[in-house]
């Protein structure tokens, strides 16, 4: 039997040929960027236990991965350093130590594969004795103003080191602003900044705090991180970033957040990164793992979905896995 109607959309995905020609999103290994945390040490891999597949690497393994990616046409690379608790102190000392770990393997990555673009990332934490992105005072506040110098430093530090994009991973206010004067001033006006301009505060960063170790050591990130009740200030974080000088912004964490990716690509002028997070790995990862979901189909889906909502970018611990599968 047949009925009348004139419009029938199956007939666009009669054939994979079809489908290929009507598709309106598509995911590219040119999309994504790696996350990586380094180590202390020679051949030292470590693995992240809540991250089955990702591990902790010297910087002579972060210098081969990076080789690797960059066969693998991934263009940038974030890193974090996992540094022992007798480098941390409340003022973060050793975020500008330039012959320090962080600094000497943004170095080391660069002369050894000077094509890709190397992301580094400003923030306390993972320097701080506190655990905050942020400088800590004595009534436990998390004070703005007296941050901004300290991730003005890193940021310089990195630049000199190597740095091709500044990413704040900080939530103060104004430092997007701040760090732009203080690139420039120092000759960097080069070097981009991805700002995180809507960084929720999210129960999705566990592994990462334990990748790291650097998960606050009294309260929570709520004061500086956004609720995630909320997606209208993620829209002024934005246009704030954007008045500051932000060449990217970014929406994190990613999956739970589609619709903020949206409202944030439809006020950006600039391209939108999205940060598919340390937790949202874990759970795909398990799941895949337990062999309850088909991993590589999630995964791309996963990829696809984010460029569908107007990212322009993904950062994700599934990337090296991603562009294995895409460049068969
Ligand atoms: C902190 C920072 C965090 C992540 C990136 N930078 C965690 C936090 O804010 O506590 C999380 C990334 C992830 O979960 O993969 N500056």
Redesign the pocket.
Known sequence: MTISIVTRPRRNRVSESMRNLVRENSLSTSDLIM?LFVIEGQNQKQPVESMPGVDRLSSDLVVEKCKELYDLQIPAVVL?PALDDSKKDPSAKESANESGLYHSTLRAVKEAVPGITLIT??????YSSD?H?GVVNEKGEIVNDETLPILAKMAVSQARSGADIIAP???MDGRVGYIREALDAEGFMNVGIMA?SA?Y??A??????D??D???KHGD?KTY?MDPANVKEAQREVLLDLEEGADVVMV??GLPYLDVVRAVSEVSDVPVAV???????AMVKAAGLKGWIDYEKVVLETLTAFKRAGADMI?S?HAVEAALWLNQ
């Open positions: 996350p974090f990332d400003v923030a306390m934490d993972p655990g992105d991973s900080d939530m995180y960084k505060a999210s999705y960063y566990g592994p990462f705090r990748a790291l650097s998960a606050p990130k991180q994190k964490p940060y598919n997070v340390s937790g949202e790995y950062l611990y």
